[in-house]
């Protein structure tokens, strides 16, 4: 299996709504990240969690908070998000952390803040 | 912070042509990978160039990596439209992983 899995596909929510975005791989990588992609523009990165242990996060604001529950899920949990929070929000997975690991990402979840 | 080039931002082509795109940092590369995301998707990665002016090849895509180790090129033989989407080259800076800001090609039929 070399599929990276998210749900939903799609979310709608209001500014005061709380709701989660599920990521899951069964790769056996030890590595798991959250991006967040604007419309034309690259992937951005914004959690690494290594070994289930956050690893990185790139000064992303406190509304977004990750969560590793075991090797193979990631949960990015959202609340009084912002319109301008409208993405793609992208999970991916790679065998480690750092140098030469490829990733693999999973379909995303398209995310409409109003 | 780090940051990686690319250019062009847009490239539309005749199917047949070639297309290129090119990559660049400011500071040397332990390695560079290329992704491609068509459009409604996700990125997939396509290669990873790691020696010093190494080069690659996946049927009609070309991957150099620099001999300085700062600049990359991604080149496609005689398009077809399944090759549109946008390509990213990517990098490590340390612990962190950073897109370039990528190169649409549209390929007209």
């Known amino acids: 299996d070399t599929e990276v899995t998210q749900t939903p596909k799609h979310l709608v929510m209001g500014m005061t709504n709380k709701k989660s975005l599920k990521c899951e791989q069964h790769m056996g990588h030890r590595a798991m990240y959250w991006y967040k992609q604007k419309a034309k523009k690259p992937p951005e990165l914004m959690f690494v969690y290594s070994y289930e242990k956050l690893s990185i996060n790139e000064s992303v604001p406190s509304r977004f908070s990750p969560e590793c529950p075991n090797s193979s899920l990631l949960n990015l949990h959202l609340h009084a998000l912002q319109p301008e929070d409208s993405a793609l929000y992208l999970c991916?997975?790679?065998?480690?952390?750092?140098?030469?690991?490829?990733?693999?990402f999973g379909p995303g979840t398209r995310l409409t803040v109003t | 912070g780090q940051q990686v080039m690319q250019i062009p931002q847009y490239q539309h082509v005749q199917e047949g042509e070639d297309f290129t795109t090119y990559c660049n940092s400011s500071t040397t590369l332990s390695n560079i990978q290329w992704y491609k995301q068509r459009p409604g998707g996700h990125p997939v990665f396509l290669i990873q160039?790691?020696?010093?002016?190494e080069v690659k090849k996946q049927k009609r895509l070309t991957f150099q990596f620099g001999e300085a180790k700062k600049n990359s090129s991604l080149h496609i033989t005689a398009t077809q439209t399944t090759d549109v989407g946008t390509y990213f080259c990517?990098?490590?800076?340390?612990?962190?992983?950073?897109f370039g800001p990528g190169t649409r090609l549209s390929v007209l039929p």
């Open positions: 160039l790691v020696k010093s002016g």
């Open positions: 991916a997975s790679s065998p480690r952390q750092g140098v030469g690991y490829e990733q693999y």
């Open positions: 990517a990098a490590n800076y340390g612990q962190n992983f950073v």
